[in-house]
């Protein structure tokens, strides 16, 4: 699978408010990766897992400042990292928000 066939294939919602025809997969890979397992659904996973394969995924990952829960509970499971291996589960807020919806 080529980059731009990648790309294409994302859901509309996940990259909203860049041009898609601007991202490269390999220099903005922490950004699409964090978007697709923030946002995506499972076809995005799918796609990123073809295009990146799992190890790099886990680390790209690893080194991402801010992961929402969810996200950082799925990768952990599905590549059998434990989760204080991932730097957003170590360098979390010490004060949580006012509010959380």
């Known amino acids: 699978m080529t980059a731009k066939e990648c790309i294409q294939g994302f859901s509309n919602y996940i990259f909203w408010d860049v041009d898609r025809n601007t991202i ?8 699409v990766v964090q978007r697709v397992l923030e946002y995506g659904q499972f076809e995005d996973w799918k ?4 295009y990146y394969g799992l190890k790099q995924i886990v680390d790209v990952s690893k080194q991402l400042r801010t992961l929402e829960p969810r996200a950082l509970s799925f990768i952990s499971t599905v590549s059998g990292t434990p989760i ?7 360098t979390r807020q010490s004060i949580p928000e006012h509010c959380v919806f």
Do not use: E, H, S
């Open 24 to 31: 490269d997969l390999k220099v903005n890979a922490p950004y």
């Open 47 to 50: 796609l990123i897992l073809n």
């Open 84 to 90: 204080n291996q991932f730097r957003c589960y170590t």
